[in-house]
């Protein structure tokens, strides 16, 4: 157990639609880091945030946004859904900006139908 | 821009004799290099991370890790193979402090099969 929590673990839901994705850092990790793995791009970096600020963006798409709260959880909010963005969705979390060591949660598989 | 090359999708290997999976990578300055672990339906483990210091870097489970500056690589090896290590394997990179964003770049993994 890394000690990162993801809720919910699957996810189903319909094209067109908005879900949100929970994530809840290791205690004392300022960092959050969220990641998409799917079968055909493999595992990519969306967004990395830290106390509350956005840090770094990767390959994440304008219908996706993240947020980190002042309890330090991150929500990743997917709207507009298609097909193609049914993924594991993973987060991790490290103590600080350079913190070398990302932890990851368990994933929150999205079906979208 | 950061990149990390799997070069096997799948390595096989029997029960008991060493393995080795292969990563070679590409970034700017001093590499940050790490390997991960993936079972079923699971989470990604780490299992080492090579920072500086010591060519050869020991981790969770018995793994350990070559790295090769000349080379460009980061090897993952152990010595004797159990079944139970049968999984998917990550090898990842980041850039160094000082580079900006701390993320990581995967390779596409290798599905590692111990037969028993």
């Known amino acids: 157990d890394s000690g990162v929590t993801q809720t919910p673990k699957h996810l189903i839901t319909a094209t067109g639609q908005r879900v949100t994705l929970r994530c809840s850092p290791r205690?004392?990790?300022?960092?959050v880091y969220w990641y998409q793995q799917s079968l055909d791009q493999g595992l990519q970096f969306l967004i990395q945030?830290?106390?509350?600020?956005?840090?770094a963006k990767g390959n994440i798409l304008e219908r996706f946004s993240a947020q980190q709260f002042p309890d330090l959880h991150s929500e990743l909010n997917l709207s507009s859904l298609e097909l193609g963005d049914s993924a594991l969705y993973f987060c991790?979390?490290?103590?600080?900006?350079?913190?070398?060591?990302?932890?990851f949660g368990p994933g929150t598989r999205l079906l979208v139908l | 821009a950061q990149s990390v090359a799997q070069p096997e999708d799948q390595v096989n290997v029997a029960e008991g004799n060493p393995l080795t999976v292969k990563c070679t990578y590409s970034?700017?300055?001093?590499?940050?290099l790490f390997w991960y672990v993936q079972y079923p339906n699971r989470g990604l483990q780490f299992l080492l991370k090579?920072?500086?210091?010591?060519?050869l870097v020991k981790g969770s489970y018995g793994f350990e890790a070559e790295f090769n500056k000349s080379q460009t690589s980061f090897h993952l090896k152990k010595p004797s193979a159990l079944v139970s290590d049968s999984a998917l394997y990550f090898c990842?990179?980041?850039?160094?402090?000082?580079?900006?964003?701390?993320?990581?770049?995967f390779g596409k993994g290798t599905k590692l099969s111990v037969i028993p």
């Open positions: 991790a979390s490290s103590p600080g900006t350079s913190g070398e060591t990302q932890y």
């Open positions: 205690s004392g990790d300022l960092s």
């Open positions: 945030y830290y106390n509350g600020e956005e840090r």
């Open positions: 970034v700017s300055g001093n590499p940050y």
């Open positions: 090579y920072i500086t210091g010591d060519n």
């Open positions: 990842a990179v980041r850039a160094p402090p000082g580079a900006g964003s701390y993320q990581l770049t």
